[in-house]
Antibody
Framework: EVQLVQSGAEVKKPGESLKISCKASGYTFTSYWIGWVRQMPGKGLEWVGIVYPGDSDTRYSPSFQGQVTISADKSISTAYLQWSSLKASDTAMYYC???????????????????WGKGTTVTVSS | DIQMTQSPSSLSAAVGDRVTITCRASQSISTYLNWYQQKPGKAPKLLIYAASSLQSGVPSRFSGSGSGTDFTLTISSLQPEDFATYFCQQTYSTLLFTFGPGTKVDI
């Protein structure tokens, strides 16, 4: 079964560091990009960034560039999202998701997030 | 960046109703548009990709249409399990995907 298993809920203080994880199984981890999505309480979905575990190529949404670090360890099929200094505004649910693609006959590629983790709740409070 | 909007932000409907949700992109995105369903406390679930392709296992009452800047998600006959929030997502920017603000469907 293809699945992404995320690490458990975290409660941290402002200024602390944090690294949450997303472990993949059931497919070739190095062949698919893994994206991270933030959902603040009662709000919509925000694209954080994405990593390709095959070569660790990483891209960030401009809103999150410099605020978080995304990485992957292909030896243990795990992607990470980390903060060096948390803020109260980082309080949210964070999802990881696999990017898949569908190819058309004329070689166009359509991308979508087909497998999602259950999410990691991050609470930052003094 | 490509901005996505959705309308309405919420709607009330009854079981059996036909429901249509609209998504608009700030620039043309061809058919690089996905739809997701999210229930409270759960991760999003892919319904439609490439604007109109039904994801495997998704009931056929869900359908998508549109291209360019305007897209719709239609639920032909609303079922009790369809009460949820629906998000569109553009994937025209290959590695910088953005979501719409969501449409909540409730009774």
């Amino acid at each position: 079964e293809v699945q992404l298993v995320q690490s458990g809920a975290e409660v941290k203080k402002p200024g602390e560091s944090l690294k949450i994880s997303c472990k993949a199984s059931g497919y070739t981890f190095t062949s698919y990009w893994i994206g991270w999505v933030r959902q603040m309480p009662g709000k919509g979905l925000e694209w954080v960034g994405i990593v390709y575990p095959g070569d660790s190529d990483t891209r960030y949404s401009p809103s999150f560039q410099g605020q978080v670090t995304i990485s992957a360890d292909k030896s243990i099929s795990t992607a990470y999202l980390q903060w060096s200094s948390l803020k109260a505004s980082d309080t949210a649910m964070y999802y990881c998701a696999r990017r898949s693609l569908a190819a058309t006959l004329n070689n166009y590629y359509y991308y979508y997030m087909d497998v999602w983790g259950k999410g990691t709740t991050v609470t930052v409070s003094s | 960046d490509i901005q996505m909007t959705q309308s309405p932000s919420s709607l009330s409907a009854a079981v059996g109703d036909r429901v249509t949700i609209t998504c608009r992109a700030s620039q043309s995105i061809s058919t690089y548009l996905n739809w997701y369903q999210q229930k409270p406390g759960k991760a999003p679930k892919l319904l439609i990709y490439a604007a109109s392709s039904l994801q495997s296992g998704v009931p056929s009452r869900f359908s998508g249409s549109g291209s360019g800047t305007d897209f719709t998600l239609t639920i032909s006959s609303l079922q009790p399990e369809d009460f949820a929030t629906y998000f569109c997502q553009q994937t025209y920017s290959t590695l910088l995907f953005t979501f719409g603000p969501g449409t909540k469907v409730d009774i």
